[in-house]
């Protein structure tokens, strides 16, 4: 049994380091974030993921949108984030740092500063290596619903 990657030249095509000043800016962007990329097809010859980051600036929103087929996954570094989702944004919940977000394929949603002043920094890694968004036009209900992360280690806040 012969290992298929007996000579793959490993220096060339091994472990890559990504500087946190050396990210892509030139991503699909949406009005309200600055999206970069660390991992993905162009950069590192990913096949199956997308990386980077996102910075939200205080008090400021995203524009409605989804991203397609893909999963994708917010961790929360600095700050406190407000995500808003649904047809009509109707339903909504808060991440703060540590947090991770779980986002499914073509589900309309929002990000949100909760913090009037302090950026929220979040990493996001996509299950795809190009960046899919769609920007969407929605008419977003005025009050949206609460909806708390209920399993059965994190009871309803109202369940004491």
């Known amino acids: 049994m012969s290992d298929p990657h007996h000579h793959t030249d490993w220096r060339e095509h091994g472990v890559k380091v990504i500087k946190g000043d050396q990210l892509d800016t030139n ?13 993905n097809a162009a950069r590192v010859g990913a096949q199956k993921i997308w990386a980077g980051t996102v910075t939200i600036h205080p008090n400021a929103k995203t524009g409605a949108h989804h991203h397609g087929a ?29 947090d991770f977000i779980f986002v499914p394929p073509y589900v309309p949603h929002q990000e949100i500063n909760a913090s009037t002043d302090e950026p929220l920094e979040c ?5 795809d290596n190009e960046a899919v968004v769609v920007n969407l036009n929605i008419d977003a209900v005025e009050t949206p619903e609460e909806v708390y992360w209920v399993d059965p280690i994190h009871k309803h806040p109202h369940d004491h």
Request: aromatic content about 6%.
């Open 123 to 127: 990493v996001l890694v996509r299950s």
């Open 70 to 98: 893909l999963e994708s996954v917010i961790y929360i570094v600095r700050g406190q984030a407000r995500m808003r989702w649904g047809e009509h944004l109707e339903f909504t919940a808060e991440a703060g740092p540590g």
């Open 27 to 39: 991503t699909p962007q949406t009005p309200g974030m600055n999206r970069a990329a660390a991992i």
